[in-house]
């Protein structure tokens, strides 16, 4: 699995939308449809779609 990244502001809206705390997760890969997270102490892995 990739390293995750801090998510960015914009990415933090989003992750704040799905009712997530954005402090607690990672942005492993940004594609134009949907945003793949890892959290930062369990490692479990979420996708947030765009729209």
């Known amino acids: 699995m990739k390293h995750g990244k801090n ?3 914009k ?3 989003m992750i704040k939308k799905v009712g ?3 402090d607690n997760w990672l942005v492993v890969k940004n594609t ?3 945003l793949c997270l890892i959290n930062r102490e369990s490692g479990r892995t979420k996708e947030i ?3």
Request: charged fraction near 20%; glycine fraction near 6%; charge should be positive.
């Open 7 to 9: 998510p960015t502001r």
């Open 11 to 13: 990415q933090k809206i």
């Open 20 to 22: 997530l705390n954005p």
């Open 32 to 34: 134009t449809d949907q």
């Open 49 to 51: 779609p765009y729209g």
